[in-house]
């Protein structure tokens, strides 16, 4: 019982049960007008991406610079997502990709879906966490104004400012809507949303960049989290302010970051090459197809499919070699290589692996 972190347990099982029992009963006696979803809405949009644009690809990962609006904008709003302040929040990403899976990782995959997602909020941490890897956040005046103030803010931005304005539109019923729609109910989703990122984003889908972590992309994840979904990018191209890098993929992280560099208000977005995207797309294509050839079976048991798969195999596993080379190549000697010739190879890529999808899925049956 003394490794149980009360204040955070409590208010995250008393919100939880808010959020479904308090709200759907106050919008079946007095229901939830445009004005409520509104509320909902604004508040959803300004803290989610105060987290995601904020806590995570501003301030944990220095993927662009930030003019003080946009900073306290975020860091308002961030406090109002009730997940504590920049400066704790970015620590503790900081460790999870430093130690993911790992034992230091805060939100350890290995130890199960419900420790990712919440459980390791609930318990206190082994030892105190140290803030020696967010010096340079120490070190902003206004990331340790949130800090210390942190509790008034969340209660005043999160809680106070939705029923105020609820109030203002509908006297004190429209308060009590103001407060359980656009403040508890909104803290729930935000934060559930968040938990996804560490949890589901471990377990579901693709690895087309690496396999060094547990970390996948998945465009079902993407939906619900702002585009955080592409997990698997963002952890092997931590300082990118992309996540989802291809121009199809929903993120409107990206977007924001995107739009407020053309409005003036953050710049020095970081950007890896495409070339090193490529190489690294390339290098999990070959070991994808390495895994398969190991479990084709040979010998006198090869059937003629599974013989003409394996010989299919090394024909595009060669090809797949001969461009790695040629883009590692161009990256040591600092080149850039064309479009037209980056496009020709990500469609000779796109093909290795729908054929060894549609090979495996053969085989399979
Ligand atoms: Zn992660
Ligand atoms: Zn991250």
Redesign the pocket.
Known sequence: MNRVNWPTSIFLISTLILALTATPAYAFVYGIDWYLWLLFLGFFLATGLSITLGYHRLFSHRSFQAKWPVRFFVLLFGAASFEGSAIGWAAD?RY??KH?DHDEDP?D?RKGFFHAHMGWLLVKFQAPRSLDNVKDLLSDPLCRWQDKYLVPLAFLAGFGLPTALGALHAGWIGALGGFLVGGIARVVVVQQMTFF??SL??MIGDQPYSFR???RDSWLMALFTFGEGY?NF??EFQHDYRNGVKPWQWDPTKWTIWLLNRLGLVSNLKRVPSEKILLAELVAAQQRIASHLSRVPTGESMCRIAAAWHECLHQVAASLAAYREEVSSAIEEKKRISQEMLLMIRRELRLALAQLKLGASILAS
Request: aromatic share 6%; glycine share 0%.
């Open positions: 990403h999870h990709h993911v939100y995959i990122i560490n984003c471990h972590c547990t970390a997990h963002h952890h």
